[in-house]
Nanobody, 119 residues
Framework: QVQLVESGGGLVQAGGSLRLSCTAS????????MGWYRQAPGKQRELAAT???????TYADSVKGRFTISRDSAKNTVYLQMNIVKPEDTAVYYC?????????????WGQGTQVTVAS
């Protein structure tokens, strides 16, 4: 069984920084991609950033230049460094890991961590 546990959320002032972490535990398959998604109240879950096994990254336009995603494959951990945060970054942040089990891939989700940006 795979578990993803996020940490690092909380309350931060606009313009400040926050670092989220997400670590996978249990029976871990090869992790092809890792990502962070977020869901604001009343809105759909949206992509914030992703990183492939090879280190290629993608970012939503709204976070580009402010957020940085990184991974430590040896620790099965993905990070999201959030800088110059804005009130509109307030959301529950979820990590996702796409694992390759040989004949199929499956995406696992964490439980979410709340980020609140005060203006």
């Amino acid at each position: 069984q795979v578990q993803l546990v996020e940490s690092g959320g909380g309350l931060v002032q606009a313009g400040g920084s926050l670092r989220l972490s997400c670590t996978a535990s249990g029976t871990i398959a090869s992790i092809n991609a890792m990502g962070w998604y977020r869901q604001a109240p009343g809105k759909q879950r949206e992509l914030a950033a992703t990183i492939t096994r090879g280190g290629s990254t993608t970012y939503a336009d709204s976070v580009k230049g402010r957020f940085t995603i990184s991974r430590d494959s040896a620790k099965n951990t993905v990070y999201l460094q959030m800088n110059i945060v804005k009130p509109e970054d307030t959301a529950v942040y979820y990590c996702n890991m796409l694992m390759n089990w040989g004949t199929y891939e499956y995406g696992y989700w964490g439980q979410g961590t709340q980020v609140t940006v005060a203006s």
